[in-house]
């Protein structure tokens, strides 16, 4: 440990034109898979959020809630009367707690909305909401934040491995997470995001833990089975000397900023860039001779990054990493997966299930009103069951090709949405949904964010939750699943039988009638005149 390092060349330039490098000069290929990784991640809220502008105005809709502002005022309103509040020294002191409250029950609508489906509960029990408010917004925001950095390690390991490769499978996000290691990792990215928030309170002491530590989520990418006290330790050392010179990278890095002022810029040339300058800066101060390197367990970082090795015609073979793929039993991330006819009607029926508590909660939150949505009267959604089954029906073959597989899942499910709500408009005079207001949307029946969301999703139907399913009915048994297909078809035809003799369902907000809108549209617009 007392050794001279004699291994790290630190060149701010030479880290900079690498970073650009490995972005831009690897081909089209290597360019699409990390922007698409960053697009995801981003799109997840996972890392990135600087990034996010633009996917923020594409998935917006997700979060939108219909807001109270009386309720708001008047919670707002009770926190100002309080004891506590009151007898604060400065009115600044006041505002800065009632506004708090008040961005909370904003940046908080949906959970504003359940508490305010018994009104005159809210009425009575201000300050029991105001609590409720706060601690369930801080669990929830908690556990939100502490599951999105521990998948962002995924992001850092693709990153990583994508410097010493020309095509890094995308599987790869997903390996430090093979072998059961989600909850250490989540247990380690705890502890260090707590332990940066407490040093945050000192401000400077937070500036210089924040550079001390800046290596420990690159560690843990690299060796998923490290100890806190093990990548906080190796950390310090690696960085010991550099802290000044990682601001200055940083600092150098300016124009980025600007750079992300235009439109789709950040994501396609800020992030990805200021990413891999982070990854190059790792690999840099991983090369010290002078600290316990026992932790360091991939030899195939121990290389030059792809870029070099190609322009010293030494580009071959591509590195073998220790870190194995992640997997589920019984199915493969390249090879097609085989399933029975059982398999697809009881993934019919799951994902009719999904959809149709998603629809219901989403309702819920925003609306603080309970409506069965959807064409029946029974809790499932066909179009989210017939997707979710077609999608791996369909496009199971493509495993092995995920642009192709991204692409084909966003056209089988824009057809499907589309057609669906060409006939439920066509032979109910109804419409379940309209994009009309949302970006690149075609007649309002299907978007770009909701195709992006379907594809996402069908992601995960293929690679996770069709394996799953298939294992589960498995042990299950052959006997039960049959009887339980039966079941749930026999149950599915009586809903269909009464859907036609009794009309469709028609709850409130559920299909609305294309006259009655157009007439509500022309009324509106003769009053504005």
């Known amino acids: 440990m007392g050794n001279k390092d004699t291994g790290t060349v630190w060149s701010l330039k030479q880290i ?21 990784v960053i697009f995801i991640s981003s799109f997840a809220g996972l890392v990135n959020n600087a990034a996010a502008g633009e996917i923020q105005v594409i998935d917006s809709f997700f979060n939108a809630g219909v807001v109270n502002y009386d309720d708001i005022d008047q919670l ?17 002191s006041r505002d800065i707690i009632s ?67 020309k095509n890094v499978k995308f599987r790869r996000v997903l390996a430090p997470f093979s072998d059961k290691r989600f909850v250490h990792i989540a247990k380690i990215t705890l502890i260090y995001n707590v332990v940066l928030w407490l040093w945050g309170w000192t401000i400077i002491g937070g500036i210089y833990k924040m550079f001390q530590y800046y290596f420990v989520p690159f560690i843990i990418a690299e060796n998923p089975d490290v100890t806190w006290k093990e990548a906080k330790k190796l950390s310090a050392a690696m960085t010991k000397g550099y802290k000044f010179k990682l601001f200055l990278m940083l600092l150098s890095y300016f124009y980025l900023t600007i750079i992300a002022i235009f439109p789709f810029a950040s994501l396609f040339v800020s992030v990805p860039v200021q990413s891999m300058a982070d990854i190059e800066a790792y690999f840099a101060l991983r090369k010290r001779t002078d600290i316990d390197r026992s932790l360091f367990v991939e030899k195939g ?19 073998e990493f220790v870190l194995k793929n992640y997997s589920i ?98 032979f109910n005079n109804s419409s379940y949904w309209n994009y009309d207001d949302m970006f690149f949307n075609l007649n309002g029946r ?16 293929i690679y996770i939750l069709g394996p799953l399913i298939r294992r589960l009915l498995i042990r299950f048994g052959k006997k039960r699943t049959r009887i339980l297909c039966t079941v749930l078809i026999s149950l599915f035809l009586v809903d269909l039988g009464c859907c036609i003799v009794f009309g469709p369902n028609k709850g409130e907000g559920v299909g609305q009638d294309i006259t009655e809108m157009e007439e509500t549209a022309v009324s509106a617009t003769t009053a504005a005149d």
């Open 446 to 461: 299907v978007c770009l964010a909701g195709l992006i969301a379907f594809a996402l999703g069908g992601f995960l139907g």
């Open 99 to 165: 506004g708090f409250i008040r961005d909370q029950a904003l940046n908080h609508t949906w959970l504003l909305n359940i508490l305010a489906i018994n009104h005159e509960y809210m009425q009575r029990n201000q300050g029991e909401v105001v609590v409720f408010l706060i601690v369930v917004a801080a669990a929830l925001k908690s556990l939100d934040f502490l599951i999105k950095k521990t998948l962002a390690i995924g992001q850092y390991r693709y990153l990583m491995e994508h410097r010493f490769s």
């Open 301 to 319: 970082f121990d290389g030059k990054a792809y870029v070099v090795r190609k322009a010293s015609g030494n580009a071959d073979p591509e590195p």
């Open 329 to 426: 039993k019984g199915s493969s991330f390249d090879k097609a997966d085989k399933y029975s006819i059982t398999d697809f009607i009881v993934m019919f029926f799951a994902f009719c299930l999904v959809g149709w508590v998603w629809e219901v909660g989403l309702h819920l939150v925003q609306e603080h009103i309970f409506v069965n949505r959807g064409f029946f009267y029974g809790p499932w959604l066909p179009i989210y069951g017939a997707g979710g089954a077609f999608i791996i029906f369909f496009l199971n073959r493509f495993k092995n090709s995920k642009p192709k597989l991204f692409i084909y899942t966003m056209l089988l499910c824009g057809v499907l949405e589309y057609l669906t709500s060409f006939a439920l408009e066509f």
């Open 76 to 92: 707002t309103e009770y926190v100002q009367e309080t004891n506590l509040v009151k007898n604060l020294p400065n009115a600044f």
């Open 16 to 36: 900079r034109q690498n970073a650009r490098k490995t972005v831009f000069t690897k081909g089209f290929k290597p360019y699409m898979f990390i922007l698409t």
